[in-house]
């Protein structure tokens, strides 16, 4: 099955679970296609109340330099964004094709630029920087020009001043990007060389003394995948790596031996719909879900539960909520219950994670004016861990954003839908409760249960708004019925 008809599928099921008896009837004689575009205003309009509308994020303030020439290859003065909380002040890092930016945005009325460090190589080459920072020092590199370098700058002493500390291509001169491992104080270190070493997959760096890394070691092999001499970005938590191999697909490793690395879990290309350059991705906190972006047009982001591995499923395929065949995901996060996307020409875009396997999106922010090209133009990066909650993106034209999130999607006050019942435990190990709101439903309620393909599978009549039922392992849609009155629930049985 292709991913769009996957997609087709999980909209369609939406409809099919409120709409039982009615729901079987059509998915028993109906195409899937021809479904999807006869009940798309239905999917449109739904009422499903575990989705929730698209909300514009608030613009608080914005930072460019005019005077900041664009790269040769795709016109970006701009490239990575970093956020910084340090003494009392915020801060956004951004990289330009002439260094590194350090845009104070404690004031929303005064957001400008407090300190600036030169980068090693500057001007139109510069298409990359990365950042990431780690006990009061900020890393940063570039992927291009000669005289680039590992910049390490001490933080510590913002808001007055910052200090250069490091700065030398021993380690690196051109490197894509890079992450820190913050468990175990190491530098990832992606599609990297440096001055006396070629260009390979990856090196890891020891900043155990976080002004004279130590290299421990180079990747250039990975089971499975033979030479890769590309890792384009990483994810690294307690020394647990999800590899981005571009083209080759995806690695998770482990490198608690950094001697003897071990795989974990490999996915190719083809072991996936829609698959393509296999860029970036991030995972949830607790673990049990990653969320991989393919940079190619038209490419869908995908959940994928990495729960059991080396089992890797693909949960559901998300995208920026349009159909245009240049939209491109770029970079991705997962914080505190949200996933947020940078999109080259569609802008911030934010998914709720209330259910991992099912993100919905919820907000968005259009931060590009470019129009549609083969180079890559539009937002860059994102970064939503300011204790503030203000969003920064960078986009590779327009500079420095700072967004809030809608009001909606941030109020302490009660707006959630009510879902007139409770399933306990969900997930479940087979054995569940379902406890219906007597405030809503009536006498004579009754259960029915799908499955994921809108079979039915159980019904049940409901005695004192109180049922305890069991299942087999599956993911499931539980609906409620009393006269007209209609709510459905997700169920998870592992």
Not at 163 to 184: K, L, P
Not at 344 to 357: A, T
Not at 424 to 430: C, E, I, L
């Amino acid at each position: 099955m292709t991913h769009k008809r996957q997609k087709a599928l999980v909209k369609i099921q939406g409809f099919l679970f409120l709409c039982p008896t009615l729901g079987i009837m059509i998915m028993k004689y109906t195409p899937y296609y021809v479904l999807a575009i006869c009940l798309g205003w239905i999917l449109t309009a739904s009422t499903d109340l575990s989705a929730q509308e698209r909300a514009e994020a608030t613009l608080l303030g914005r930072w460019s330099d005019p005077s900041i020439i664009g790269s040769f290859n795709h016109n970006n003065s701009y490239n990575e964004v970093w956020g910084l909380a340090v003494n009392g002040h915020e801060y956004g890092v951004i990289g330009s094709t002439q260094g590194t930016h350090f845009i104070d945005i404690t004031d929303e009325s005064n957001i400008h630029e407090a300190h600036f460090v030169p980068g090693g190589a500057q001007g139109g080459i510069i298409i990359h920087r990365d950042y990431h920072d780690h006990n009061g020092y900020l890393y940063g590199v570039s992927d291009q020009g000669d005289e680039s370098t590992l910049q390490i700058i001490d933080i510590r002493q913002l808001p007055e001043s910052i200090d250069v500390v490091y700065d030398s291509g021993e380690f690196s001169t051109n490197t894509h990007n890079i992450f820190i491992d913050t468990t175990a104080n190491r530098l990832y270190l992606c599609k990297t060389a440096a001055l006396d070493l070629p260009r390979l997959g990856m090196r890891i760096l020891d900043i155990s003394n976080p002004t004279q890394p130590e290299l421990i070691y180079t990747l250039n092999e990975i089971e499975g995948f033979g030479t890769v001499g590309t890792i384009h970005d990483a994810y690294v938590d307690d020394n647990i790596a999800y590899l981005n191999a571009g083209f080759q697909g995806m690695a998770i490793m482990d490198f608690t031996d950094v001697e003897n690395p071990v795989v974990v879990a490999s996915l190719f290309p083809e072991d996936y719909a829609d698959s393509g350059y296999n860029h970036s991705g991030y995972l949830t906190e607790d673990g049990s879900h990653y969320y991989l972006a393919d940079e190619n047009h038209g490419r869908d982001i995908k959940a994928l539960d990495v729960q059991n591995l080396p089992d890797i499923f693909v949960t559901d395929y998300i995208d920026a909520e349009n159909d245009s065949p240049f939209s491109i995901p770029h970079n991705l996060i997962v914080h505190d219950g949200y996933l947020y996307g940078s999109y080259y020409y569609d802008g911030l875009q934010v998914w709720d994670l209330e259910d991992p396997d099912h993100p919905v999106n919820v907000a968005y922010y259009p931060t590009s004016s470019a129009e549609i090209k083969d180079r890559f133009e539009g937002a860059w990066g994102v970064y939503p861990f300011l204790p503030s909650g203000r969003i920064l993106v960078s986009d590779m034209q327009e500079g420095l954003f700072v967004l809030e999130m809608p009001k909606s999607l941030t109020s302490t006050e009660e707006e959630v839908a009510f879902e007139g019942f409770t399933i306990s435990p969900n997930p479940s190990s087979g054995h569940f409760t379902i406890q219906a709101s007597e405030m809503e439903f009536a006498t004579d309620v009754e259960v029915y249960i799908y499955t994921a393909d809108g079979s039915l599978v159980m019904k049940d009549k409901m005695s004192d708004n109180v049922s305890s039922l069991f299942l087999d392992q599956g993911f499931y849609m539980v609906a409620l019925k009393s006269g007209n009155i209609c709510s459905t629930q997700k169920l998870i049985v592992r």
